[in-house]
């Protein structure tokens, strides 16, 4: 904005400059407060996030898909009643069709894996629905990386029988997975 001013016989413009901010929101420099302490994004959670993209993967131009695979810690009667699964798989599925994502969800002794699939602007978008969701606790990303094809169809589909998809990689629990064990059930779970 220019001001002008007079003094005698010199014109004399004054320009101040000054930038608008928003008073909430990411653009304001506020920090968003999360559990009292600023909350953290998504891209500095996970340190997996910037990968680069293998060589056998499409030329520039082509739609670039990934894989996020996490775990978490159920928070009271989620994946424990059937009630519970049958919305977040209704509100997922919904969800998931809008935003072109596929998955597959995993409830195994107060556990929760989940593995996305979709493009990078999507997952992230997700990923930070996920977070502040207070259904589950202790989210820990296994595995983010691009891939060459979807190898979930769906989606939003229930792995149906956890236990025994655990006993066949030796694992107790879904909170000691790794994830090339991750990747392991994924593979298991599509030869079915």
């Not at 929760?112 to 979709?118: K, R, T």
Request: hydrophobic residues 35%.
């Amino acid at each position: 904005m220019v001001v002008p001013c007079q003094s005698g016989k010199f014109g004399i413009a004054f320009i101040i400059r000054f930038r608008w901010r928003p008073k909430y929101g990411a653009a304001s420099g506020k920090q968003q407060k999360y559990n009292g302490r600023a909350q953290p994004q998504y891209d500095q959670c996970n340190p997996l996030h910037c990968q680069t993209v293998p060589r056998n993967l499409p030329h520039k131009g082509a739609v670039v898909l990934h894989r996020v695979i996490y775990a978490s810690e159920a928070v009271g009667a989620t994946g424990v009643s059937t009630l519970s699964i049958a919305q977040i798989l209704g509100v997922s599925d919904r969800n998931n069709r809008r935003d072109r994502v596929s998955g597959c969800l995993m409830f195994h002794q107060g556990h929760i894996l989940q593995a996305l699939e979709g493009e990078r602007a999507d997952l992230d978008r997700l990923m930070r629905r996920i977070i502040d969701d207070p259904r589950h606790t202790g989210l820990r990303v296994l595995s983010d990386m691009p891939i060459p094809e979807r190898r979930l169809q769906e989606p939003m589909s229930l792995c149906a029988d956890p236990a025994s998809l655990l006993d066949r990689i030796g694992l107790p629990c879904i909170s000691r997975l790794t994830a090339n064990e991750a990747e392991t059930l994924l593979d298991i779970r599509k030869a079915a």
